[in-house]
């Protein structure tokens, strides 16, 4: 079992930052891949970025490339994501998410944080 909590939302003003953090808990040894995702009302979760725990590869989705970056600190188990120039369409409840053992999927999910882009 691993267990995720997310901190660092909030509220901001357009093009301003916001830092998200996740911090891991329980089998870290066996987390191979972390990512974050959002959802607004309405619409399906989605994908925003995700990292490989073995080698620091990175992915995005298009609309955050540039924009938003995805580090990890292996010996804290936590994963940031960094969101710079932040957007209204950026708004959502961020969800944290890890893969254990290269299974394939996500199986443990965060609580989500909310983050609000006001224009």
């Known amino acids: 079992q691993v267990q995720l909590v997310e901190s660092g939302g909030g509220l901001v003003q357009v093009g301003g930052s916001l830092r998200l953090s996740c911090a891991a808990s329980g089998h870290t040894l066996t987390i191979s891949r972390m990512g974050w995702f959002r959802e607004v009302p309405g619409k399906d979760r989605e994908f925003v970025a995700r990292?490989?725990?073995?080698?620091?590869?990175?992915d995005y989705t298009n609309s955050v490339k540039g924009r938003f970056t995805i580090s990890g600190d292996n010996a804290k188990n936590t994963v940031y994501m960094q969101m710079n120039s932040l957007k209204p369409e950026d708004t959502g409840v961020y969800y944290c998410a890890a893969e254990v053992a290269h299974s394939g999927s996500y199986e443990y999910w965060g609580q989500g944080t909310q983050v609000t882009v006001s224009s």
């Open positions: 990292i490989l725990w073995r080698d620091g590869s990175t």
